[in-house]
T-cell receptor
Framework: EAGVTQSPTHLIKTRGQQATLRCSPISGHTSVYWYQQALGLGLQFLLWYDEGEERNRGNFPPRFSGRQFPNYSSELNVNALELEDSALYLC?????????????FGEGSRLTVL | GENVEQHPSTLSVQEGDSAVIKCTYSDSASNYFPWYKQELGKGPQLIIDIRSNVGEKKDQRIAVTLNKTAKHFSLHITETQPEDSAVYFCAAIVDRGSTLGRLYFGRGTQLTVWP
């Protein structure tokens, strides 16, 4: 069975541009989470979607947004890119809206902002 | 919100030795504590977790202990092997209100096991 898949693997943008990252959860998983992994900072919670609704968002500015589609896939949009947005963006999925239990992570999308 | 601190940031051990990674948390309402292992170029993978009503949990060479009074939890790896080399993250969750669903991660420990 396929795991969580993310695209693109790498993305290079310049300041002020927009980036769109995509995630396909494990089949049957309805919850999708986005985390930012900047160098040396661990994983920072960005967004949580379940059944197409945003359930919670982390302490990031509004230019970080996303959505979840009817097939439970998700995209993360980052507008007006800044240099400090350079990071690995990880998507994870889980079955149902329970907040306990294993999160299954993808391998991430590496965003570089020049 | 919750604040999770993790130590050490790097840890080198000889194959066969034990490794211990420690984490503290700030919110006494935290009730679930997973540990994730991240190998180079991969996403994090859950290796063990513990809930707040349990003091210790073991799975083969891996164990986690939780001290709710002191608000700290630890990962113990015995008989380490080179394939244990990776970055390990502890995390905590406070399942209420604005923090619902949000895992708070430590900054990670780079474990290197020398053959």
């Amino acid at each position: 069975e396929a795991g969580v898949t993310q695209s693109p693997t790498h993305l290079i943008k310049t300041r002020g541009q927009q980036a769109t990252l995509r995630c396909s959860p494990i089949s049957g998983h309805t919850s999708v989470y986005w985390y930012q992994q900047a160098l040396g900072l661990g994983l920072q919670f960005l967004l949580w979607y379940d059944e197409g609704e945003e359930r919670n968002r982390g302490n990031f500015p509004p230019r970080f947004s996303g959505r979840q589609f009817p097939n439970y896939s998700s995209e993360l949009n980052v507008n007006a890119l800044e240099l400090e947005d350079s990071a690995l963006y990880l998507c994870a999925s889980r079955w149902g809206a329970s907040t306990w239990g294993e999160l299954f992570f993808g391998e991430g999308s590496r965003l570089t902002v020049l | 919100g919750e604040n999770v601190e993790q130590h050490p940031s790097t840890l080198s051990v000889q194959e066969g030795d034990s490794a211990v990674i420690k984490c503290t948390y700030s919110d006494s309402a935290s009730n679930y504590f997973p540990w994730y292992k991240q190998e180079l170029g991969k996403g994090p993978q859950l290796i063990i977790d513990i809930r707040s009503n349990v003091g210790e949990k073991k799975d083969q060479r891996i164990a986690v202990t939780l001290n709710k009074t002191a608000k700290h939890f630890s990962l113990h790896i015995t008989e380490t092997q080179p394939e244990d080399s990776a970055v390990y993250f502890c995390a905590a969750i406070v399942d209420r209100g604005s923090t619902l669903g949000r895992l708070y991660f430590g900054r990670g420990t780079q474990l290197t096991v020398w053959p």
